[in-house]
């Protein structure tokens, strides 16, 4: 998914970069036996915030290649994740999140 990350807001406590206000994107799943897997790919250091069916939040920064995040959800649960696409240093640059049940 093309993504514009980053934003105005800096992500909730505990977690890094700023974000938009509303979710960059927005899954609906339903678990099996797979992991789930979200990552990114851009041009500057990007973070993932997550806040999962269970109400809580994920975050990450730079456990991807580089200075990409890298999220992997080994039981996931099922329902809705909405996922922010941050950048560590502010701003709003366009990134990719990919999203994977396999790597």
Known sequence: VNIQAGGSRSAPSGCAGSISDAPDFEVTYTAGTLPLIFRTQSGV???LVINGPDGRWYCDDDSGEGTNA???FDKPSSGTYDIWVGTYAGGINPATLYISELN
């Open 45 to 47: 250091d990007t973070t």
């Open 70 to 72: 890298y999220l992997r």
